[in-house]
Nanobody
Framework: QVQLVESGGGLVQAGDSLRLSCAAS????????MGWFRQAPGKAREFVAQ????????YYADFVKGRFTISRDNVKNTVYLQMNSLKPEDTAIYYC???????????????WGQGTQVTVSS
C-alpha cells in the first residue's frame, strides 16, 4: 500500500511558476515509476509527465515540454513537478500516481493522491 499526498498548488498569474510536491509513504518508493496527471473541469484526466525509478528516464506530454520538469528524491520519497511559464490552460487539479511500467495511460497507474488545485489567471 502506498499513500500519496500532493502539495504546492495555488492561484498564480500567467507566466508565473509553481513547484508541486508529492510525498509518498512506504519503503518501496524507489521501485515505482511516478507520474503526474491533471484534470481540468469538464475534461478527461490527461498525462503530464513520468519519471523512472532511478530518475534517469523522463517522459512528458507535448504540451508541457520545455516548461515543466519532473524530478524525484528517493531519500525523501518525494516527486516534484516544476512548472514554469504557466498558462491559463494549465488550470486543473494535478495528481501524482505510481506505476510499474512506462505509460501515459492512467489505467496503468495503481496508487493516486488526492490532487492539488492549480489555477492560472490571465
Amino acid at each position: 500500500q502506498v499513500q500519496l499526498v500532493e502539495s504546492g498548488g495555488g492561484l498564480v498569474q500567467a507566466g508565473d511558476s509553481l513547484r508541486l510536491s508529492c510525498a509518498a509513504s512506504g519503503r518501496t518508493f524507489s521501485s515505482y515509476y511516478m507520474g503526474w496527471f491533471r484534470q481540468a473541469p469538464g475534461k478527461a484526466r490527461e498525462f503530464v509527465a513520468q519519471i523512472s525509478e532511478s530518475g534517469l528516464g523522463l517522459y512528458y506530454a507535448d504540451f508541457v515540454k520545455g516548461r515543466f520538469t519532473i524530478s524525484r528524491d528517493n531519500v525523501k520519497n518525494t516527486v516534484y513537478l516544476q512548472m514554469n511559464s504557466l498558462k491559463p490552460e494549465d488550470t486543473a487539479i494535478y495528481y501524482c500516481a505510481t506505476a510499474s511500467i512506462i505509460s501515459k495511460r492512467d489505467n496503468d497507474y495503481d496508487y493516486w493522491g488526492q490532487g492539488t488545485q492549480v489555477t492560472v489567471s490571465s
